[in-house]
């Protein structure tokens, strides 16, 4: 299975602060990586896919990159609606594999 | 839109099962596969397994011994059977759709807790 190992486990950030959250693959993994926001009581939601892609209706402050099996996924500024857990999956091989997750909570 | 539905409350060594009802959209389109991913109380998210509109499937190796996920095309639904549970079973259950070429999870169900206790 291939290990996605995500960092930091949480943070605390202010509004309007620019946010950053990494996940390492244990292999390559060419860019079939997503990144997903969850709240408390909801469904995962969908934010970028395919490493940098952001998906429809997401706003663009949130934006993805890779750098060989780095991938980052960056709040460029922080809104109160973003406070959340975050998760990285990868889809390169099965099993699907999910990072441990970012909670990003307010400072 | 995706919906759970099955029992919230399982015994120990029994199954669960839980129906997924497709709406909006025709499960038996060539772009996605069907799946499940699950949270346990304060955990992290895990994937169970898929299924394709032909029956084909993918699941956790992990989970492949107690697993069976089965669709039902003329119902536009899709089934989840998890056998022997334990209480390491309880979590939240999603239902999702999965892309088939590129794997990510664009859609999902609201989720719904199955708790195993006797």
């Known amino acids: 299975d291939i290990q996605m190992t995500q960092s930091p486990s949480s943070l605390s950030a202010s509004v309007g602060d620019r946010v950053t959250i990494t996940c390492r693959a244990s292999?390559?993994?060419?860019?079939?990586l997503h990144w997903y926001q969850k709240k408390p009581g909801t469904a995962p939601k969908l934010l970028i896919y395919?490493?940098?892609s952001l998906q429809s209706g997401v706003p663009s402050r949130f934006s993805g990159s890779e750098s060989g099996t780095d991938y980052t996924l960056t709040i460029s500024s922080l809104q109160p609606e973003d406070f959340a857990t975050y998760y990285c999956?990868?889809?390169?091989?099965?099993?699907?594999?999910f990072g441990g997750g970012t909670k990003v909570d307010i400072k | 839109q995706l919906q759970e539905s099955g029992p919230g409350l399982v015994k120990p060594s029994e199954t669960l099962s839980l129906i997924c009802t497709v709406s909006?959209?025709?499960?038996?389109?060539?772009?996605?596969?069907w799946g499940w991913i699950r949270q346990p109380p304060g955990k992290g998210l895990e994937w169970i397994g898929n299924?394709?509109?032909?029956?084909?499937?993918d699941y956790n190796p992990s989970l492949k011994s107690r697993l069976n996920i089965l669709v039902d095309t003329s119902k536009n639904q899709f089934s989840l059977e998890l056998s022997s549970v334990t209480a390491a079973d309880t979590a939240v259950y999603y239902c999702?759709?999965?892309?088939?070429?590129?794997?990510?999870?664009?859609?999902w169900g609201r989720g719904t807790l199955v708790t195993v206790s006797s």
């Open positions: 292999q390559p993994i060419s860019s079939y």
């Open positions: 999956q990868q889809s390169y091989s099965n099993p699907l594999t």
């Open positions: 999702a759709r999965r892309g088939k070429r590129f794997g990510y999870l664009d859609l």
């Open positions: 299924v394709y509109f032909t029956g084909s499937t």
């Open positions: 909006g959209d025709s499960i038996s389109t060539t772009s996605y596969h």
């Open positions: 395919g490493a940098s």
